[in-house]
């Protein structure tokens, strides 16, 4: 490739254009391409032939009212598991890189175990958390409870979605926010500190500015997963937009046509948060690496 | 590569050994297949020889001495099989009461229920042993002879916390049943209907694909009574006694459940249910029904073909 670059005329024509080098197709490729076109246009000739897709039955249901109040559960739960996620994450990526041995542990631990347990099962701890914990409040442990609630009124079943969502999630934020850290020089840190900055104000100003740049792509991967992973607080009965679609073809058997709606949907919502995703990161990115923001070229 | 072998040997090790450790944990649950879990049966469920009632079965039988009955022994309490491979439940404790009194021998032909159909008109055996529930179709090509009557029941918090005693209780109540079921569509529609007729507070539904969660969900209070099958119901509430508790006398869109046998054979289908009314009527019946917490699905006498009840 270096050789390419100092030939003479290919220079001259990255300068004129200013875009990328053209490059030249090779046979194999166009053969390639010819591959993926049959095969493109016989899965939307299949689409469309196949009777079995049922597209009436997901016309008719793509805009059902209990469809849509799916849509906003399952988005309500992404974003409270997140909000979840994050925060926790973050204090649990500090509290690893702390100096206390004890704050290090804590933090391991608890990534340990909500990283080592499904979240489905974590879900369904949450739901019927009752069955370990009747009541939650203040008591002698082992002995008399002195003040204590119900512990379903506490946590309401989307409450328990959320928590068993969120806590999960917080276990492989800290991993990703502790990667952030990592990846600020530690002059940075000894800098901040030489100019008379505390350790809280060090991270704050210094460290975690510079930290997002690394940590916002994984998390944009991370809100796009959750989206996904919310389906499973149907195990516990929470009408997310799964749950609304399994209820629907419980009751008309039209199963793929609704799974159909769902998989619309979910495709729909991602979409549209890989394009914030890419917004994002470029904004975050235009200090560093002006060549990948056409304006700042 | 063996220096390195040594750490991974240990971890292997301790794997096992918290694996084994968790396993032990959840070991003392009481499961179907429990012995101890399997309430002693009636005294006299064999029954003296009946020689009246012989004499209703058909010659062939008679001659043979055996009962041929098909059985499909999955479907706790009806028909399952303890932890020595026995077939036990509601189904062969019947069979046991009704071949002892007609001086006859069982013959159990294991059989998968979709296969029921075809093992009778193939004569592979004299008797569907299963739980049948009447319908119209099933009448154009069997004969059913119906010992019980099935429906949606309700099973709550031991102790009943809720005070369910009637379905119009259920009104304003959290109540789950499994997704897909009749309970979580026509019973819970119907329900609702009333509820909405009496002028009370709707029902709050908790649907859950997995009927195991739906028992936890009124074990952990998430739900103040389920709806499911009333022989499931009558079996959570035998199972574990401290957690569950069936609420007496709610039957909801009943339907009766019998024995078949095949449609041109009227004299096989006669001399059964004369057998079953037999026992009905000495109490042995009523004693097997109790063993399996069925109590409710009792019938008075049995019935050939009651379709629509």
Known sequence: ????????????????????????????????????????????????????FDWPTVGRYLFDVSVLHGIAVTLELTVYAMVVGIVLGVVLAVLRQSASPVARGAA?????????????????????????????????PGGPMLFGVDTNLVVPLFAAAVLGLGLNEAAYMAEIVRGGLISVSHGQAEAAGALGLTRMQTLRHVVLPQALRVIIPP???????????????????VRDLLGSVTEIYSRNYRQIALLIVACIWYLVMTSILTYLQSRLERRLGRSVSPMRSPQDA | MRVRGRPNWRAAVLCVVLALGLAGCASNEPGPADAGGIPP??????????????????????????????????????????????????????AAAITSRAGLKIQWVEVPFD???????????????????????????LNLVAYVKGGTSVLVHAGNPAGIKTAADLCGRTVSAQTGTTQAQQVMDKLQADCAASGKPKIEMLQLPQQTNVNQSVATGRADALLADNKLV?????????????????????VKSGVAVPKDKTQLANALAAAFDAIIADGTYGEILARWQ????????????????
């Not at chain 2, 159909?117 to 154009?140: I, K």
């Not at chain 2, 009558?234 to 009943?254: D, K, N, T, W």
């Open chain 2, 115 to 141: 296969g029921m159909l075809g093992g009778l008109q193939a004569d592979r055996f004299d008797v569907s042993w299963s739980a049948w529930s009447v319908t119209p179709e099933r009448t154009q090509v």
């Open chain 1, 108 to 140: 391991w631990l608890y990534i340990w175990f909500f990283r080592g347990t499904p979240v489905l099962v974590q879900v369904l701890f949450w739901g019927f958390a009752s069955a370990l914990f009747p009541q939650i409040g203040l008591g002698i």
């Open chain 1, 1 to 52: 490739m270096s050789s390419l670059r100092t030939s003479p005329d290919l220079d001259q024509l990255v300068a004129l254009s200013d875009t990328r080098p053209v490059r030249r197709r090779k046979p194999g490729e166009t053969a390639l391409v010819a591959v993926i076109a049959v095969l493109v246009a016989f899965g939307g000739a299949i689409l469309f032939t196949n009777p079995r």
């Open chain 2, 234 to 254: 009558g079996y959570q509430a035998q199972l574990q006694p401290g957690v569950f508790e069936a609420v007496s006398g709610i039957l909801i869109q009943p």
């Open chain 1, 219 to 237: 998390v944009g991967n991370q809100v796009i997963s959750m989206l996904k992973m919310t389906s499973v607080v149907l195990v516990i009965g």
């Open chain 2, 41 to 94: 049966a009636p005294k006299n469920l064999v029954g003296p020889l009946d020689p009246a009632l012989k004499q209703k079965f058909p010659a062939a039988i008679q001659a043979a001495g055996v009962l041929r009955l098909g059985a499909d022994p999955s479907y706790p309490p009806s028909t399952f099989k303890d932890n020595t491979g026995a077939i036990v439940g509601t189904l062969p404790d019947l």
């Open chain 2, 294 to 309: 069925n109590s409710d699905a009792a019938m008075p006498q049995a019935e050939i073909n009651p379709v629509g009840t």
